[in-house]
């Protein structure tokens, strides 16, 4: 996820992932499509879907694009990808629905049945999968901006959760990126 330094993901409701707070050059996108090419599978809310949805699928073959983002549209509409929703039926580009009332339980019976590294896209999504253990590693990539308010990346918690460090870098403009282990995920 896109983070600020005070782990807000938009200051103002609607950014959808795309403030003018966040410095996504070519060598951070050329890291978001090698990372995301290695994934087996994509899990998504539905308003990080519906935003990539949005952009995506037309990208990869506009030529007015960097190669950069049309090789990340090329990726994200070909990749495998989980829908979690309570409002759509459909989804195209390779996307399976799960509309479940218990989407947890669905996704924890999904995680068992794939190999190799799932991603998961969405505040909401995320803070119910750590809360249910489900998330093994959280990987942050640090804007250097303090927003000061808007949405944060995770919902109120009831308790610490540690985190061990695995992976740290720095990329163009300041941003860093910090992969961690959960401690002891439940699942």
């Known amino acids: 996820m896109n983070v600020s330094v005070d782990m807000r993901i938009e200051q103002t409701p609607g950014e959808q992932g795309g403030g003018a707070w966040m410095r996504i050059g070519e060598s951070l996108h050329r890291e978001f499509n090698a990372r995301a090419r290695a994934l087996s599978l994509m899990v998504q809310g539905r308003t990080v879907y519906e935003t990539m949805e949005a952009f995506w699928p037309a990208a990869r073959d506009d030529d007015s694009l960097p190669d950069f983002l049309r090789e990340y549209g090329e990726i994200w509409t070909s990749m495998p990808k989980v829908l979690v929703t309570r409002t759509r039926t459909s989804a195209g580009h390779n996307t399976q629905v799960i509309r479940s009332p ?5 996704l924890a019976d999904l995680r068992a049945r794939t190999d190799g590294d799932i991603g998961v896209g ?52 300041g941003v860093t ?6 401690r002891n995920p439940a699942a």
């Open 122 to 173: 969405g505040a909401t999504l995320a803070t119910a999968l750590l809360r249910a253990g489900l998330l093994d590693e959280v990987m942050l990539f640090t804007h250097p901006v303090i927003l000061g308010s808007g949405r944060p990346l995770f919902d109120a918690h009831d308790e610490p959760l540690q985190l061990d460090l695995l992976e740290q870098a720095r990329f163009d403009e």
């Open 102 to 106: 218990d989407a947890t339980g669905a």
């Open 177 to 182: 990126l910090h992969r961690y282990a959960v």
